[in-house]
């Protein structure tokens, strides 16, 4: 069974900064491409930023140099940095992982965690 396990959020001045971690149990875990997505309140969900098994990165472009994705495949676990952190950036995180194959993708979500960002 898969479990992606989020946490880190929370409540943070403008400018400040979290950093959110998201367990994963269930899956090769370095086989998949790691996300970070946010959903705010009557938006859709989007990327944040994503993390293939070797490390190649890809941001959205309103986070780019003030979030940084990584991830520890030993521990199982990806990351998102956040700094400079801006009141749009208000939402709830969700980890997201995602594995392509020859047959089927594998895709699976974690519960959210919240951040919220006061100016």
């Known amino acids: 069974q898969v479990q992606l396990v989020e946490s880190g959020g929370g409540l943070v001045q403008a400018g400040g900064s979290l950093r959110l971690s998201c367990a994963a149990s269930?899956?090769?875990?370095?086989?998949?491409?790691m996300g970070w997505y946010r959903q705010a309140p009557g938006k859709k969900r989007e990327l944040v930023a994503a993390?293939?098994?070797?490390?190649?990165?890809n941001y959205a472009d309103s986070v780019k140099d003030r979030f940084t994705i990584s991830r520890d495949n030993a521990k199982n676990t990806v990351y998102l940095q956040m700094n400079s952190l801006k009141p749009e950036d208000t939402a709830v995180y969700y980890c997201?992982?995602?594995?392509?194959?020859?047959?089927?993708?594998?895709?699976?979500w974690g519960q959210g965690t919240q951040v919220t960002v006061s100016s």
């Open positions: 997201n992982a995602r594995r392509i194959t020859d047959l089927a993708t594998y895709i699976s």
């Open positions: 269930g899956i090769i875990f370095n086989l998949n491409v």
């Open positions: 993390i293939t098994g070797g490390g190649s990165t």
